[in-house]
């Protein structure tokens, strides 16, 4: 429960001698301060009783005014504390003041601001398109959190869909990103989770087929003839040194050095999850590593052409870097499937899918599995099991014929 009083605000003495009034709202031993608009002569007030003397000319007056502002204080309080799970001393001021809650887009954009300060250029850049979106749907209203209701996700969501011609899985990703800044907003104190429009406005999520090599179309890429030293060449080689080397994302294989590899293994520092993955490379991605080593290795050269080695990237510029070289290879991993015979829409991401796949089939433990793609539960490595299960349910129809 928050306490109230009416105090003097000594270290704010006035030119003429008066100190001015100030409601002051203690909770969790944190303090704010409300000032009332009016100042007293010391003498003129009882500091016990937080009331102003008889000998003050308006005292019956200020002392209405005063206990009206000490009543008000209480009330909200009272009210706020059964509405909401956490009330702190800030949101008592604002209240007691007649004052909206947070600015929601103020906070969104910072936000995303500190997502850029802390090097996480990927999410800042969704993070930044979504909120972008969000303003401009909102306009130049003065929209705060408590006016992120269910019905106005319901709206905004219908906006995206029909105005924007968004698919459900790009509505699901902006409004994730919602639900992560409210959730932040949460944890600062900022809102009150039983306010939370999103324990009710449910996400939803059309599932996707994932593509994937089968044996004989991974076979059939890998002995492609193709001019050495060409993009398509280099483009080809990363595609499958990823089906063999854990499904590794295209970021990290940019960033491979030599000196990530021990003529075995090579110890990667993931970008997306930032976790340190050792992984014991199959004989195939060994020979693939051969065709780009030295006669003189440089640890900190990259094992791929597909960065500068002269350039010390910023975390800005990499991302940049990695997003060109991405957008090329999978134009190029077109043209590789169409010369391939490969009647697949094939992009680099589906040499993650090819990998997995791959494992299970062989025998690997789902577990391992999970480990070697750096996912975060095993959740997301189930999905590739139920893909492998489906095939073999297909392989016994024969015994239907």
Same mark, same amino acid.
């Given at each position: 429960?928050?306490?109230? @009083?009416?105090?003097?605000?000594?270290?704010?003495?006035?030119?003429?001698?008066?100190?001015?009034?100030?409601?002051?709202?203690?909770?969790?031993?944190?303090?704010?301060?409300?000032?009332?608009?009016?100042?007293?002569?010391?003498?003129?007030?009882?500091?016990?009783?937080?009331?102003?003397?008889?000998?003050?000319?308006?005292?019956?007056?200020?002392?209405?005014?005063?206990?009206?502002?000490?009543?008000?204080?209480?009330?909200?309080?009272?009210?706020?504390?059964?509405?909401?799970?956490?009330?702190?001393?800030?949101?008592?001021?604002?209240?007691?003041?007649?004052?909206?809650?947070?600015?929601?887009?103020?906070?969104?954009?910072?936000?995303?601001?500190?997502?850029?300060?802390?090097?996480?250029?990927?999410?800042?850049?969704?993070?930044?398109?979504?909120?972008? @979106?969000?303003?401009?749907?909102?306009?130049?209203?003065?929209?705060?959190?408590?006016?992120?209701?269910?019905?106005?996700?319901?709206?905004?969501?219908?906006?995206?869909?029909?105005?924007?011609?968004?698919?459900?899985?790009?509505?699901?990703?902006?409004?994730?990103?919602?639900?992560?800044?409210?959730?932040?907003?949460?944890?600062?104190?900022?809102?009150?989770?039983?306010?939370?429009?999103?324990?009710?406005?449910?996400?939803?999520?059309?599932?996707?087929?994932?593509?994937?090599?089968?044996?004989?179309?991974?076979?059939?890429?890998?002995?492609?003839?193709?001019?050495?030293?060409?993009?398509?060449?280099?483009?080809?080689?990363?595609?499958?040194?990823?089906?063999?080397?854990?499904?590794?994302?295209?970021?990290?294989?940019?960033?491979?050095?030599?000196?990530?590899?021990?003529?075995?293994?090579?110890?990667?520092?993931?970008?997306?999850?930032?976790?340190?993955?050792?992984?014991?490379?199959?004989?195939?991605?060994?020979?693939?590593?051969?065709?780009?080593?030295?006669?003189?290795?440089?640890?900190?050269?990259?094992?791929?052409?597909?960065?500068?080695?002269?350039?010390?990237?910023?975390?800005?510029?990499?991302?940049?870097?990695?997003?060109?070289?991405?957008?090329?290879?999978?134009?190029?991993? @077109?043209?590789?499937?169409?010369?391939?015979?490969?009647?697949?829409?094939?992009?680099?991401?589906?040499?993650?899918?090819?990998?997995?796949?791959?494992?299970?089939?062989?025998?690997?433990?789902?577990?391992?599995?999970?480990?070697?793609?750096?996912?975060?539960?095993?959740?997301?490595?189930?999905?590739?099991?139920?893909?492998?299960?489906?095939?073999?349910?297909?392989?016994?129809?024969?015994?239907?014929?």
């Amino acid at each position: 429960m928050a306490t109230t @009083k009416i105090i003097l605000k000594k270290d704010k003495i006035k030119s003429d001698g008066t100190i001015p009034l100030y409601l002051r709202i203690i909770k969790d031993r944190k303090a704010k301060f409300i000032s009332l608009g009016y100042s007293v002569m010391p003498q003129h007030w009882n500091d016990k009783d937080g009331t102003v003397r008889k000998s003050h000319p308006n005292a019956k007056w200020l002392n209405n005014y005063l206990a009206k502002k000490i009543s008000d204080a209480q009330r909200v309080s009272l009210e706020l504390e059964a509405t909401s799970e956490y009330t702190n001393p800030k949101r008592l001021k604002q209240s007691i003041l007649g004052r909206s809650s947070e600015k929601f887009i103020p906070y969104a954009e910072k936000y995303v601001t500190n997502l850029e300060k802390k090097g996480k250029i990927g999410s800042y850049d969704k993070a930044n398109a979504a909120v972008s @979106k969000l303003k401009k749907y909102i306009g130049k209203k003065d929209f705060t959190f408590d006016d992120l209701t269910v019905y106005f996700l319901k709206n905004y969501e219908e906006y995206l869909q029909v105005e924007l011609s968004n698919s459900v899985n790009t509505i699901h990703s902006n409004m994730k990103i919602i639900r992560r800044i409210v959730k932040e907003a949460i944890n600062d104190d900022l809102f009150t989770s039983s306010k939370n429009p999103f324990l009710k406005y449910k996400l939803k999520w059309e599932k996707t087929e994932i593509m994937f090599l089968t044996e004989e179309e991974l076979t059939s890429l890998e002995n492609l003839e193709l001019a050495e030293g060409s993009m398509k060449y280099h483009h080809r080689n990363i595609y499958v040194f990823a089906c063999y080397a854990g499904g590794l994302r295209i970021s990290d294989i940019c960033q491979l050095k030599w000196g990530d590899f021990d003529g075995e293994r090579i110890i990667v520092n993931t970008m997306k999850s930032d976790s340190v993955v050792s992984i014991k490379l199959p004989h195939k991605a060994i020979e693939i590593l051969n065709l780009y080593m030295p006669e003189k290795q440089n640890p900190h050269f990259y094992i791929f052409p597909l960065l500068k080695n002269d350039v010390e990237y910023d975390p800005k510029q990499l991302f940049t870097a990695i997003s060109s070289v991405t957008a090329y290879t999978n134009t190029d991993l @077109k043209d590789l499937a169409k010369a391939a015979k490969i009647n697949k829409h094939i992009h680099f991401h589906t040499s993650r899918h090819t990998w997995a796949t791959r494992a299970l089939r062989k025998g690997m433990r789902i577990e391992y599995v999970s480990k070697l793609m750096g996912h975060s539960s095993i959740k997301t490595t189930q999905i590739y099991a139920k893909i492998v299960n489906e095939d073999l349910d297909k392989a016994m129809d024969v015994f239907n014929d």
